[in-house]
């Protein structure tokens, strides 16, 4: 098996100029061209109070696109679904004050060239135990929404498989997909230049997914055909409420927030089976995610995303670690890439393994990390602290 191992010490401290010019080269999706290879991924805050998204989001998102990015993807936002939620100050994308503040994000984000996607989300049986859940408490005393999932099981290796929620019914399986292409229909109606579909990390997609969760007998469960039905179907939706030109992204991964060790896909076969029926239903760009984007899969040199645009012929974009130095986030500890990361991004691009690189932590730290590593400027990076988390700067 091929694997890679990034050490900071092995390379150079700096990476000139025209080396990273890779990273400055366009990239169509569709009908859009961004004019770089840097994405803002989407990143939670729960900054937005009762899901309204205001100036401090407004300004947060305007700065990283001032700083250079080709393209911003926008924190989750939840569907217009009653149980999609479970984090009060995550931002919505239905309502009318919610749609007039991403209006306002989206403004300022175009005001330096720069396209934006809103994400999608709903979490389905995942709870969220830190804080006073939707589900947990309401104020005007009325029932909590009721959590559906595949099966009603929720958990994974480490975690073990728990009754947690409702199997959901097609009366509810219907409802999520009108719930993904309202939302859709309703970032395209206030400026945003696509969509992108929350299907990983142990989310409601993703929990159909999986076998561990998903003990569906009826035509979302059993074989990957059925249990990539619903994500075929709400992309299906979405294209039908959008038309053809609004891009549509869909984010999966192999792990999830349960279980770091699983592996959805174990060999090409399996991951092509999984990504061309989406790609036929509608899907523009993959969105690939790993821990750490150096890691491959199936035995060769290729990551998650250089597999996925050979089996799909469709742009990917690739993250996972990008670049960091430092701390590392809480569950995702791991080993740093640093400057060895920026090189190895660098050569995958440049074998065509992916199209564009998702810079996240870096980029809270640093707003404009893609101006300074186009200058060469690698020593002038303020390294991962993660306090910056506690708060939008």
Known sequence: MTTHTLHENTLPLAISAERT?????????????????????????????????????????????????????????????PAAANEDNAPRMYGDEALAGWAEVVRRVHAEDTPMFAQLWHVGQMKQHTVESLYEKRADGEPAPRRIGPSGWFGGIGHPLTRDGDAATQQDIDAVIAAFAEGARNAQRVGFDGVEIHAAHGYLFDQFFWPGTNKRTDHYGGSL?????????????????????????????????????????????????????????????????????????????????????????????????????????????????????????????????????AVGRGLLMNADWPQLVRGGRLDALRPWNRQVLSSLT
């Open 225 to 357: 055909d059925n249990r990539i039905r619903l994500a075929v179907d709400a992309v299906r939706a979405i294209r039908a409420a959008i038309g053809p030109d609004f891009v549509i992204s869909l984010r999966f991964s192999q792990w999830r927030v349960q279980d770091f060790t699983s592996k959805l896909f174990e060999t090409p076969a399996d991951l092509e089976a999984f990504v061309q029926p989406l790609a036929d239903a509608g899907v523009d760009v993959f969105h690939c995610s790993q821990r750490r984007f150096w890691e491959c899969e199936f035995g060769s040199d290729r990551n998650l995303a250089g597999w996925t645009r050979k089996l799909s012929g469709k742009p990917t974009i690739s993250v996972g670690s990008v670049a960091m130095t430092g701390e590392h986030i809480d569950s995702l500890m791991g080993q740093d890439s640093g400057v060895a990361g920026i090189d190895r991004v660098l050569e995958m691009i440049d074998r065509g393994d992916f199209d564009l690189i």
């Open 21 to 81: 010019a890779t990273l400055f080269e366009p990239v169509r999706i569709n009908k859009l061209m961004l004019k770089n290879r840097i994405v803002m991924p989407p990143m939670t805050r729960t900054m937005a109070p009762a899901g309204v998204p205001g100036a401090d989001n407004a300004a947060y998102y305007h700065r990283r696109a001032q700083g250079g990015v080709g393209l911003v993807i926008g924190e989750g936002t939840w569907v217009p679904h």
